[in-house]
């Protein structure tokens, strides 16, 4: 899966001279956190809502209502942007993307095509990604164990699922407690609880977890 699959598209995105306030009421009359700024078609800076709320006055500041309102009318998004972005471009994977936000704390990217601005891809689109490779909105049969990290076993696994007449929805794995164990996660339909209990059993190292769930 690339980024482009995934990214929110169009973009909103708002221009350097724009008071503080109207973007941030633009961000929540769109129900977006970050946006793009933009001067003369080209990508200048980043900013999210906590930019725009930090920069606002707290509760305490002894400043009259209408001075904050003053105050922050002449503030513009310049100020307070990311001028230093990161960026993806489009055919980036999705694993990439995700690998490259957790690592530097952000919440979302712009995608590029050349120096076009394309899309934004964010942490609830990768949420959205977690949850249909996890096939979390379909019913099933999912089971966390614990296996030996040599070839065959996902295999053994799978072929003893599909022998019994189960069908698989989602199948992933992690990093183990040791370099020779890894953590499968699967769900699978078609199958009573008990069935799949009986055939994975005797392949894994554990069972951690089984469950009838959606």
């Not at 725009?52 to 009259?64: E, G, N, R, V």
């Not at 310049?78 to 957790?102: G, Q």
């Not at 698989?168 to 040791?178: A, E, K, M, P």
């Not at 370099?179 to 078609?190: C, W």
Request: charged fraction near 25%.
């Amino acid at each position: 899966m690339l980024v482009k699959e995934r990214m929110s598209t169009p973009v909103i995105s708002v221009a350097p001279d724009l008071p503080i306030m109207e973007a941030l009421s633009l961000m929540r009359r769109e129900q977006i956190r970050r946006t793009p700024v933009m001067k003369n078609g080209k990508m200048v800076g980043i900013v999210s809502e906590k930019d725009l709320l930090d920069a606002s006055p707290s509760d305490a500041t002894s400043l009259s209502v209408w001075e904050i309102s003053y105050l922050l009318s002449r503030v513009p998004v310049s100020d307070v942007m990311t001028k230093d972005v990161f960026t993806l471009e489009e055919d980036t994977p999705i694993e990439e993307a995700a690998m490259i936000m957790v690592d530097n704390k952000l919440g979302g990217l712009p995608v590029v095509r050349g120096k076009a601005v394309v899309g934004l891809i964010t942490e609830t689109d990768l949420f959205k990604c977690f949850l249909e490779l996890m096939g979390a909105r379909e019913l099933g049969v999912r089971v966390t164990a614990i296996v030996i990290d040599e070839p065959g076993v996902l295999a053994s696994i799978s072929n003893a699922i599909t022998d019994a007449g189960g069908n698989f929805i989602s199948f992933g794995t992690f990093s183990g407690q040791d370099l020779a164990h890894r953590e499968i996660v699967f769900k699978v339909s078609d199958i009573d609880r008990n069935d799949v209990l009986e055939v994975v059993t005797p392949l894994v190292e554990r069972i951690v977890d089984i469950r009838d769930c959606c």
